[in-house]
């Protein structure tokens, strides 16, 4: 039985190649992924084991709460005094200060150096060689306040060399300095495209605003002193809230948060991997239907020749067998080849990564071949069934298994899974459950899949319609092949169902979320311009206190807000607190109060808290709550009053003066908001622009730009998710491939025929793109229909997290499936090419 | 009256033949494998005839068919159907010919599933995106007693229906020729022998050509003449045959 499987196989490579292409894919997807995180975090791991290679402790204030364990740290700096402490313990052989923070570099075109959301920092440069991180490879490290030294990667990229002057956007106004030394990050020349000056300690801490004191202090020990015992005695002498840790563990936890950044990246694009490669199960099921209808007879004649049902069943499952370790292998081997592309890719948008060798784990391998060998044997399970409910008659017969109409079993389990898959849904997204959802998605997907060959016929043949009345008897052809087999045409338009209903919900969702941002815009600003500083594509940097200073000192300008944001925790969970004048309420903010008196509040010190957050939290006026900053550790505020979701402000909101007194005096604003005394005219944003002059970094745009910006945002995000949605479609696109190259084989003789009555080939051609452009579209249109009911089930129930406006884009819909249309056609080419090459008379001659 | 008097133009034949063939050759495979279909043959079929080819199994019967309906390339000599030399046509032109000039008629599998009779029927004209002649249409299927069946689909229908369904189908464009290919040999014989009728009244009465490869004599008796075909060569043939003289011929090759 096995021999018989694999010649099998041999013997039909085209049909293998194809069904195995769909699992190949979503292998590779799934190895790519896992490759290049895996890389990527040895990179990252290596690099700071070897930055922190020369230091063997790290004193540094205790964190007062952490969002993540490790880096993401909130710590207070700490005494400079300390230095000198540390420096007298007994085995310490070299002990140094450092202190950190924002500082962008302009570039010679008088542009801020952007870095696509890596880090723009700044540092200080060791006066002691041996514990340094940095490494000069030309020049030498700043030795005064008008000196600094540059990361190699930026000197390259935007042509400095030692000697040049080179303007710095910091906390405070922008400064200009001469390049003292370019230097190496460790062995890299930069650190996933972070840029990097660094100044000496008391440049540092002035420009800082951390004079007197310095962020950590790194340790070197004597030779052959005792780690354990230098430690203790380092501890000893330290004030409580101020720790010492191995360097060992401080390289580990800056790691693991670089790491666990990438996780949710990583995890994205398994997701989409994983999506393909349901979609390549709807594929595989599709083709060993067909192929177990075509093989009808032999399975039946080896039935009648003494094969029992379990080895019928088992040699229908030993070909999804070995084509999905076939494709899996082939999946891993590429996969690897699109993780060296994939950094290659994110290279060129500039984010560079440090290098390091390919990481292929055999927790790849094996997730690899699970998944793709997994995939091809679930979805070979139904196929072989019916296979083996063939009766050993059939081979006498002539007729197909599998053709039989709808079996109400059929109905009755799709309907249920349909149910089944709205309750997970309903479930979900009111709880809300992300994996909930994503099972009640595909529990959805797989009933209407179930299902949809109720309605194959009527919709072909209604779809067809058209086609049959402009391509003549080619196009009545086409639908009525269509129309032939229900159960095929539904199992094939399947896949491409899966792919545009996520393509649907996504629209849908992003509609929704444009219209709800801009709406929200004018909800939340009243301000006339809006000054932000971003990097392309990244979320907003901070800037410069003093540019906020220079506006409000602009001719014509009444009032400039800037809004501080700084991380706190409040009751248990780390949450961002807004803060704001309470005078801006009103000119700049707009701050809709369901409840209390925002002004007043804001004024009187008291906490205000957003309806969504009250509502989750069941939070009331008057109530006392915890909250810990990490500059001055637990206090109790009182939530003063409740107002509507603003965009700019999030969850919690305290007057500018409560801010200040808790968070570290270089704390950055994040927007700056400003009010005129006219109306937004040209000239206005002239003077404004000019005004902002010095701070490159600082975009100013009129509200409605803001709003045109968010909107282009969030677009560029559905761009970004309809691209890898496009590996889903590709899959489907291959399924259909696969069915229409089936399906002309099946029906040679039927070919031949047409064509020696007078057929030409270009007929020929126009019947299978007929056939195909009906299959596809009756996926898209199932589709689309299930995504809107999804995007329309989650807008809603996202209604209190800021969706405010539900938006069906239907003319993305129409455009959705025109596209559809013309990939059916694209789809068909290949076996319109080969149907119409057919040789008449070897065609009539097939049995 | 030789074939060959009739090509090199007779004064008293008017009528040009519906197809010919001049020293037409076909070999399949090459060296040691090679066979010989055709050898050589030259032979005319002529308009308003009803011709029967005949001869053994692997005499050539089916390939001089097929080479000389288009459907097979000959490795040497020229085929003609009507004035048109086949060899010269290219695809398109191929096809038109089909469409226009030849009805064909198979052993098996002649419809198409999907369309109803009358679909199949009037299938080359809706090709070439021609009217149909309702009348013509009307007359034909009367005549093979399937005008109450134009609605069903061929699964719908028996074996001698669907065969009549082909005929009428080949007849449909009043072709210059049709090619019938054992269109009995899946038939029962009170279906076989409404077929062959059908065909024999449509040369008398409509001036229908026909030509047919068959290896029943019964049915060749049908025809107006029958050619004999052994080892690819043309080695015999018959006028107003009876069923006994082609058994007698038939015998002689070894059939």
């Known amino acids: 039985m096995l021999r018989l499987t694999l010649k099998g196989l041999l013997a039909h490579k085209l049909r293998v190649a194809l069904t195995a292409l769909a699992i190949v894919l979503g292998v590779t997807f799934v190895t790519g992924t896992l490759v290049l995180t895996d890389t990527i975090n040895n990179s990252f791991t290596s690099l700071f084991s070897k930055i922190y290679s020369h230091v063997d402790f790290e004193v540094r204030g205790v964190a007062a709460f952490s969002d993540q364990q490790g880096a993401g740290a909130v710590r207070q700096p700490v005494s400079d005094t300390l230095l000198g402490k540390v420096a007298a313990v007994p085995g310490v052989a070299a002990s140094e200060g450092l202190v950190g923070g924002y500082a962008q570099f302009v570039g010679k075109d008088g542009k801020a150096i ?28 700043p030795t005064n306040s008008s000196q600094l030294a540059m990361d190699e990667g930026t000197a390259k990229k935007h042509g400095f060399n030692v ?36 100044f000496t300690l008391p440049t540092a801490q002035k420009l800082f605003h951390v004079e007197g004191r310095v962020d950590s202090i790194e340790v070197a020990i004597a030779p052959g002193a005792d780690k354990a015992t230098v430690e203790h005695s380092i501890a000893k002498v330290l004030p409580t809230g101020v720790e010492v840790v191995p360097a060992q563990k401080v390289a580990d936890e800056q790691s693991s948060a670089i790491n666990n950044a990438l996780g949710f990246f990583s995890t994205a694009l398994l997701v989409f991997a994983l999506i393909s490669l349901f979609v390549g199960g709807f594929t595989i099921l599709n083709t060993f239907s067909i192929t177990v209808g075509q093989r ?24 999804a067998l070995v084509i999905g370790l076939l494709a899996s292998i082939i999946g891993l081997g590429l996969g690897v080849a699109m993780a060296v592309g994939l950094e290659a890719l994110l290279d060129a948008f500039g984010i560079s990564l440090p290098k390091g060798a390919l990481i292929f784990a055999p927790r790849t391998a094996i997730v690899g071949l699970a998944v793709g060998v997994g995939v091809t044997v679930v979805s070979a399970v139904s196929p072989a069934r019916r296979a083996v409910r063939i009766a050993p008659i059939a081979a006498l017969q002539g007729v197909q298994a599998g053709t039989e109409g709808n079996s109400l079993r059929r109905t009755v389990v799709g309907a249920s899974f349909v149910l089944l898959g709205g309750a997970a849904l309903g479930v979900g997204l009111s709880a809300p459950q992300i994996s909930l959802v994503g099972l009640g998605a595909f529990l959805t997907f797989i009933g209407v899949g179930m299902l949809s060959p109720l309605v194959a016929r009527p919709m072909a043949s209604m779809l067809g319609r058209p086609l049959a009345r402009l391509r003549g008897i080619s196009g009545r052809l086409g639908r009525e092949n269509s129309m032939r087999s229900p159960r095929r045409t539904a199992q094939t338009a399947a896949a491409l169902m899966v792919g545009l209903a996520l393509v649907s919900t996504i629209a849908v969702f992003g509609a929704s979320l444009s219209r709800s941002a801009t709406s ?41 807000s800037p809004i501080y944001a700084g991380q ?49 939290d069941k939070l009331r006026v008057g109530q006392r709550l915890k909250v810990t900053f990490a500059e001055t550790g637990p206090t109790t505020l009182t939530i003063g009053g409740i107002y509507k979701p603003n965009i700019i402000l999030g969850s919690y909101l305290v007057g500018r003066s409560t801010f200040n007194a808790h968070f570290a005096a270089a704390t950055l604003p994040l927007a700056l908001l400003v009010s005129t005394s006219g109306v937004t005219s040209r000239e206005m944003t002239t003077e ?30 559905l761009g970004l998710v309809y691209a890898l949605l496009a590996l889903a479609i590709v899959v489907a696109l291959i399924g259909i491939v696969n069915t229409l190259m089936l399906s002309v084989f099946e029906r040679t003789r039927e070919i031949g025929l047409l064509r020696a009555v007078g057929m030409s080939r270009r007929q020929v051609r126009t019947m299978i793109r007929a056939e195909a452009v009906i299959l596809s579209v009756f996926g898209a249109v199932i589709g689309i229909v299930v995504g809107t009911g999804l995007g329309v089930a989650l807008v809603t129930s996202l209604k209190d997290q800021g969706f405010t406006d539900l938006v069906v884009p239907w003319g993305n819909m129409v455009t959705f499936l025109v596209l559809a249309g013309l990939l059916g056609l694209a789809a068909a080419s290949w076996p319109a090419r080969r149907a119409a090459r057919l040789n008449i008379l070897e065609a009539i001659a097939t049995e | 009256m030789t074939m060959i008097d009739t090509i090199e133009g007779s004064p008293t034949s008017a009528r040009r033949p519906a197809a010919s063939a001049v020293d037409l050759t076909k070999t399949y495979g090459t060296g040691d494998a090679t066979v010989q279909a055709l050898d050589g043959v030259t032979l005319e079929f002529g308009a308003g005839r009803f011709t029967a080819v005949m001869g053994p199994s692997g005499s ?62 009037t299938l080359p004209v809706d090709l070439a995106g021609g009217k149909v002649d309702e009348d013509w249409l009307r007359q034909v299927t009367d005549q093979l007693r399937i005008t109450d069946r134009l609605g069903h689909r061929p699964s719908e229908m028996s074996g001698g229906q669907q065969q009549r369904v082909a005929c009428a189908r080949a007849l449909v464009t009043r072709p210059e020729l049709i090619f019938a290919d054992e269109p009995t040999g899946n038939l029962d014989s009170n279906s076989s022998t409404e077929v062959l009728e059908f065909l024999r009244r449509s040369v008398t009465e409509f001036g229908q050509s026909i030509v047919m490869v068959t290896h029943d004599a019964r049915g060749a008796a049908f025809a107006d003449r029958v050619v004999f075909l052994a080892d690819g060569r043309l080695v015999d043939e018959l006028e107003d045959p009876t069923s006994d003289a082609i058994l007698e011929k038939m015998k002689k090759l070894g059939g």
């Open chain 1, 114 to 141: 952007t870095t696509g959301g890596a880090p723009t920092l700044g540092t200080t440069f060791g006066s002691k060689p041996e514990l340094s991180a940095l490494h000069p490879i030309s020049g030498h490290g």
């Open chain 1, 163 to 198: 000697g040049d002057r080179v303007t710095v956007l910091l906390p405070g106004p922008p400064a200009t300095f001469t390049i003292a030394g370019i230097v190496r990050f460790g062995s890299a020349d930069n650190l996933g495209g972070a840029t990097l000056a660094a």
């Open chain 1, 296 to 319: 009808t007879r032999e399975l039946a004649l080896l039935r009648i020749v003494g094969a029992s049902r379990g080895q019928v069943f088992r040699s229908v499952m030993l070909e």
């Open chain 1, 520 to 560: 929200s815009v004018s909800d939340a600003i009243a301000a006339d311009y809006i000054a932000m500083a971003t990097s392309q594509g990244g979320p907003p940097t901070g800037f410069s206190e003093a540019a906020a200073k220079t506006v409000a000192a602009l001719p014509g300008v009444t009032l400039a």
């Open chain 1, 568 to 616: 706190a925790k409040v009751a248990n969970s780390v949450t961002s607190i807004t803060g704001l004048a309470p005078k801006d309420v009103g000119v700049t903010i707009t701050l809709r109060m369901d409840q209390g008196d925002g002004t007043g509040a804001l004024a009187g010190g008291q906490l205000l808290v957003d309806t969504t957050t009250a509502t989750k």
């Open chain 1, 688 to 717: 404004l622009t000019k005004g902002l002059a010095g701070y490159p970094n600082l975009t100013v745009q009129t509200r409605a730009e803001f709003e045109k910006t968010q909107e282009a945002q969030v677009n560029q995000l």
């Open chain 2, 60 to 121: 050539g019967k089916s390939t001089l068919m097929h080479c000389m309906a288009g459907l097979d390339t000959p490795t040497s000599g020229t085929a003609f159907i009507g004035d048109a030399e086949i060899g010269s046509l290219d695809d398109k032109a191929l096809t038109q010919l089909r469409r226009d000039k030849v009805g064909f008629i198979f052993q098996a599998f002649n419809l198409v599933p999907t369309l109803t009779a009358r679909e199949n029927i």
